[in-house]
């Protein structure tokens, strides 16, 4: 919108009753847009109106694991409508603002800025009550941007139980303390894998144990408060095909110990 004033972030202004919550990990891969994902379809369950804005320009997965892949948001006169899903949650993907699907998002800083801008500020989100971002891995200009435009976001460090995931989910979440979020836990993701032949009793530590409670320890020393472990999510073959068509979990299959602490989690929010 040439030389035309930017509007402003709803979510920023002081009197917002939106709960802002960025998801973010040290590297890809940890079940970072599954946890998001799933979260924020327990939320809506609650009865809560939600909304995800999928920042990760790497993975923008979210839409996909919502069952709307393949759709394009529409636009009402200079207002973009986020895309509406089956499970109740509105979502926008950085990966609907390219002008071709297959294209990459090859984007430096100020342009990684205004899209996360845009998807705020441009996008008519109504009153939500919790808006969920999916943060590209690590601690890039997306990150320094949200931090920028929303630093009254709280952050959720996702992590798997490995020392070297632990260690970067580490640098994610001192990252946005330097942007002034506060941190407000660490979910610990792919936790065991409840053995399939002799019982869920049985774990099995694919990924080594720890990780969550290092990363939750090393940043409660860091930044002077309290910062645990949110929810431990086990492996589940389920949450990976739930992932994949588009039918999230804690809807699809709510029993299952996976989903079920990704409710317990969401409610603790
Ligand atoms: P990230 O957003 O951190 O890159 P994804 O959420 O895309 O990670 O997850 C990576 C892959 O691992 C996906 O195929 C997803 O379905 C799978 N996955 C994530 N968490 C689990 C889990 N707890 N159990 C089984 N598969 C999982």
């Given amino acids: ?30 079940g970072k847009s599954s946890v998001t994902v799933n979260l924020a379809v327990a939320m809506a369950g609650q009865g809560l109106k939600v909304g995800i804005v999928d920042a990760d320009i790497y993975g923008h997965s979210v839409p996909a694991m919502l069952g709307v892949g393949d759709e394009r948001p529409t636009q009402v006169e200079d207002l973009i409508m986020p895309v509406p899903t089956a499970s109740g949650v509105s979502v926008i993907s950085i990966g609907m603002l390219k002008p071709r699907r297959d294209q990459v998002v090859a984007w430096r800083g100020p342009m990684l800025d205004r899209a996360l801008v845009q998807m705020l500020s441009d996008v008519y989100w109504g009153d939500l009550d919790v808006l969920l971002l999916d943060l590209p891995p690590g601690t890039g200009d997306v990150a320094i941007s949200l931090g920028q435009h929303l630093p009254n976001a709280e952050v959720v460090v996702v992590t ?36 399939p ?71 603790g929010l």
């Fill in 160 to 195: 798997t139980p490995q020392e070297a995931a632990a260690e970067v989910a580490e640098r994610a979440g001192t990252m946005a303390s330097m942007m002034h979020q506060r941190v407000v836990g660490v979910v610990e993701n792919m936790s065991f894998l409840p053995c």
């Fill in 197 to 267: 032949h002799c019982g869920p009793e049985h774990q099995i530590d694919v990924f080594g144990s720890g990780g969550g409670e290092r990363v939750a320890t090393t940043l409660s020393a860091r930044f002077g408060y309290d910062v645990s472990v949110l929810g431990r999510i086990p492996l589940d073959l389920s949450l990976r095909e739930g992932g994949d068509t588009g039918k999230p979990i804690v809807e699809a299959d709510p029993t299952a110990p996976a989903a079920a602490e990704l409710t317990r989690v969401a409610e």
């Fill in 1 to 30: 919108r040439g030389g035309q004033a930017q509007r402003e972030i709803p979510f920023a202004q002081p009197g917002s009753l939106t709960k802002v919550f960025a998801i973010a990990s040290g590297k890809g891969g940890v």
